[in-house]
């Protein structure tokens, strides 16, 4: 089966501009959760989708925003890039809204922000 | 969710048994304790979870003493392949809305040859 995917790779952007990321889940799962992670340090939660909507936001600005679509896959945007939003991005899919710790991660998109 | 505090950092070579311990002090009543491993540029793998004494998989062994303020998740036998970074969780089994996994800033284990 296939885990988490994730597009693209990796993405290099000038501050002030647009991004956008995109994940699908693993078949079967209807959550999907976003999470950055600076070098050095730990994933930070930015939001959780559930069957379109949004089920929780971290401590992030307005600049991010994210959406899930009928088929569960997710995109994550940010705007007006500054450089602290270099870092790698990360999806993470699960079964339902609730559920263990178990989740199941992607490989991240890796965002340069010059 | 309560905070845990782990090494920064740890040295092993192959073939020997590695422990790294976290310690929880204000750990709840219904926290369970999960661990994830990390390698570079990829996203974090569930290791294990527990919630008291011991659980094993086949990846790694979990303790947890009885006051469950602190677990040690013991890698056996280490290979190259194991040079990750550690995170210990700490947090209720079930979560409902909102689904927030809390990461610290992990142990990252080097396995020298």
């Known amino acids: 089966d296939a885990g988490v995917t994730q597009s693209p790779t990796h993405l290099i952007k000038t501050r002030g501009q647009h991004v956008t990321l995109r994940c699908s889940p693993i078949?079967?799962?209807?959550?999907v959760s976003w999470y950055q992670q600076v070098l050095g340090q730990g994933p930070q939660f930015i939001f959780q989708?559930?069957?379109?909507?949004?089920?929780g936001r971290g401590n992030f600005p307005d600049r991010f925003s994210a959406r899930q679509f009928p088929n569960y896959s997710s995109e994550l945007n940010v705007n007006a890039l500054l450089l602290g939003d270099s870092a790698l991005y990360l999806c993470?899919?699960?079964?339902?809204?609730?559920?263990?710790?178990?989740?199941?991660f992607g490989p991240g998109t890796r965002l340069t922000v010059t | 969710l309560a905070k845990t505090t782990q090494p920064i950092s740890m040295d092993s070579y192959e073939g020997q048994e590695v422990n790294i311990t976290c310690s929880h002090n204000n750990i709840a009543t219904n926290d369970y304790i999960t661990w994830y491993q990390q390698f570079p540029s990829q996203g974090p793998r569930f290791i294990i979870q527990?919630?008291?004494t011991k659980v094993t998989n086949e990846v790694a062994s979990l303790f947890i003493p009885a006051d469950r303020k602190s677990s040690t998740l013991s890698l056996p036998r280490v290979s190259l392949s194991d040079t990750a970074v550690y995170y210990c969780l700490v947090g209720p089994r079930w979560f409902n809305a909102g689904n927030m996994l809390t990461f610290g800033g992990g142990t990252r284990l080097m396995v020298k040859p």
């Open positions: 078949s079967g799962h209807k959550s």
């Open positions: 527990g919630y008291k």
């Open positions: 989708y559930y069957e379109k909507e949004e089920r």
């Open positions: 993470a899919s699960r079964r339902g809204l609730a559920g263990t710790y178990e989740q199941y």
